[in-house]
């Protein structure tokens, strides 16, 4: 199925959105959930699938769907369509502070792969599948698993990442150690392992985990300072029914549930 070319427009700082632009006939997909506002004259249908065209009859959107199952997603998808004679505008949200990525799959040579749930919207056309690791170590201890979101196609596909978001263009044979939750997304082209902290002291105390993700070059690795799971970790921590306290500056509070010691051992609660 041809890819609708469509314009956007990124707004917001910390809490962003996209607005995607839609010629008559044109069409956005969107995950459940994501859309905040659209003109008069779109159609919000959901589709059984990815809604890309790339498999047809029942059989090709029962994989269609399933591979959106295993990969954590809803086995359904909205579809905006401009019914109208002009150009219309619909909006995505993104679900927590962060950045909107919007990535060029033609410029990205057809395929990129992300976390499970960095997907936000994209034009028709694009193709949402699954990517499963190559090894077991990746699988264990990644903490994404072995199965995360591959988006292929030629059109535009928007990513969303927590805090403030780094590129980096990797040499051939290029290293660089990641916290596993950090990884937003790369290209296929990038070797991805898991590499173990090498001091016993330093997995128990450094409040890091146990593991770093290892990705060599070449390729292009975005990486995010806010995952998702760490900004829940510290919101679950600080709730009163795990002995946290509303009062951020009482220190009797945090004495009377130990939350000294927690904080001293904890780190990161990933």
Known sequence: MAMDVVDFEIKGA?????EVELDPGEA???EAGSMMFMDAGIQMDTVFGDASGAQSGLLGKLLSAGKRLVTGESLFITLYTNQASTKLR???AAPYPGKILPMDL??????LICQKDAFLCAA???SLGIYFQQKMSVGFFGGEGFIMQRLDGDGLAFVHAGGTVVRRELQPG?????????IVAFTP?????????????TALFGGEGLFFAKVTGPGTVWLQSLPFSRLASRVFAAAPQRGGSREEGSLLGGFGAGGLLGGVLGGDDE
């Open 174 to 182: 290029q290293t660089l150690l990641i916290d596993t939750g950090c």
């Open 124 to 126: 028709r056309g694009v």
């Open 189 to 201: 082209d990038v070797n991805f392992e898991i590499q173990y902290v090498g001091k016993v002291k």
């Open 106 to 111: 033609r410029q990205l040579g057809g395929t």
């Open 28 to 30: 956005a997909i969107g």
């Open 90 to 92: 619909v909006a995505f």
């Open 14 to 18: 910390e809490m962003q959105f996209v």
